[in-house]
């Protein structure tokens, strides 16, 4: 079988204007990629040095105190009660699982990866990866007549890159039209606990959502960005034990084990709520001061309701706002990184030090502190 056709990595596109604005005398202000800054929270710590002495082989299947914890996290944050811990899965961090899902599902050439029109790179990368083919599309309609070759249906809320949530009337749509076609309907829900200005974020798994059953269901979710573990890669997949059981099984041949000391730590950072409460009022305080920013400088924000991201536009070609912003030592994401329809969009992530967060208002006065922006009639 011939090797799949994978884009180019888009973020080396973005390497000339990262080098632009690091000239800036103020420094680069980096809100392009989406990467925790903050300390890992010291019980997490503690708890991976406390089972550094692992000198055998982990379980793929997880610990069963570590799924009882991901069941019990579900009942208590996410709305979902009767989560079977046989239904949890471990992952070597979430992206991984979003690349491998369809090949791991048993996918390939004929079956079609649903997945929204702006929405991460990855999940077009899996589809490609298992030989089946991508589909971007946010709604049924677009489907057409080909809706029984759709085999999985990926839905991302709150979204990446555009904080947009799906409310539970959406998600019970899709989901009862999935099963319809007898596809998977796979849920990144990996920035819930981020909803913002009292937005409530729904998880596939909710019985409001689900009817109580979850077949044919799968919910994605990390604790890159609640707990800044991304170095970790402590991630997880829940939902139908069946589809769990048949994952599970290929991991194990594949040897895709998360190892034991990050199983501990995950367990014991899914068990506190308080580090996480303390890392959302971080990038809450955060967030104000880049949407002020933002509003300043012209843009109109979209969406945005929830995650670790603005979806903000001027109207204008999304190059040409990342190098004019470049020229003033802030670098943010081309939204045509997440497909055609983001083209006059960019991504400003929150993800960014207090100390280089304040540095956003000096970089409004523009690259000689005159005022305007580098191209003065930008707006």
């Known amino acids: 079988m011939a090797a799949p056709v994978l884009p180019d990595f888009p973020w080396d596109r973005l390497t000339p204007f990262k080098n632009q604005a690091g000239q800036h005398p103020g420094g680069i202000v980096d809100l392009s990629v989406g990467t925790p800054v903050d300390p890992t929270p010291e019980l997490v710590r503690q708890a991976l040095a406390d089972a550094s002495d692992a000198p055998g082989y982990p379980q793929t299947f997880g610990t069963p105190p570590l799924r009882e914890a991901v069941a019990a996290w579900f009942a208590r944050r996410r709305n979902v009660p009767d989560l079977d811990p046989a239904g ?24 079609v990866v649903m997945h929204p029109q702006v929405a991460y790179p990855t999940y077009d990368v899996g589809a490609r990866l298992a030989g089946a083919t991508p589909l971007a599309a946010d709604g049924t309609v677009q489907v057409g007549p080909g809706k029984n070759a759709v085999k999985l249906l990926w839905l991302n809320s709150p979204g990446n890159p555009t904080g947009r949530v799906l409310g539970v009337e959406h998600l019970r749509k899709m989901v009862a039209w999935a099963r319809s076609v007898g596809a998977v309907v796979a849920s990144d829900e990996c920035y819930a606990e981020l909803g913002w200005d009292g937005v409530e ?43 769990v059981q048949r994952i599970l099984e290929i991991r194990k041949h594949a040897g895709m084990i998360v190892p034991w000391p990050v199983q501990e730590a995950l367990r014991v950072a899914l068990g506190d709520d308080e580090h996480v409460a303390e890392q959302r009022e ?17 843009f109109k924000i979209d969406y945005s309701e929830a995650g670790l991201y603005f979806w903000a536009t001027r109207d204008e070609p999304c190059w040409d706002t990342v190098a004019d912003l470049a020229a003033r030592g802030v670098l ?43 191209r003065g009639n930008l707006r």
Do not use: M
């Open 88 to 111: 949890v899965l471990p992952t070597i961090g979430s992206k991984e699982l979003v690349a491998w899902l369809p090949t791991l599902l048993g996918l390939g050439p004929g079956d």
């Open 201 to 243: 974020v729904p998880s596939i798994l909710d019985p409001e959502v689900c009817g109580g059953s979850h077949e044919g269901l799968l919910a994605v979710y990390s604790t890159s960005k609640q707990s800044n573990l991304a170095g970790y890669r402590a991630a997880f997949v829940a939902g139908d034990p069946v589809l």
């Open 282 to 298: 971080r990038y809450r305080r955060r967030r104000e001061v880049v949407r002020d920013w933002l509003r300043a400088e012209g």
């Open 332 to 374: 943010v994401t081309p939204g045509d990184f997440y497909g055609p329809s983001g083209a006059r969009h960019v991504r400003v992530a929150l993800t960014v030090s207090d100390e280089r967060v304040a540095q956003l208002a000096a970089r409004a006065a523009g690259p000689d502190g005159s005022g305007g922006s580098t």
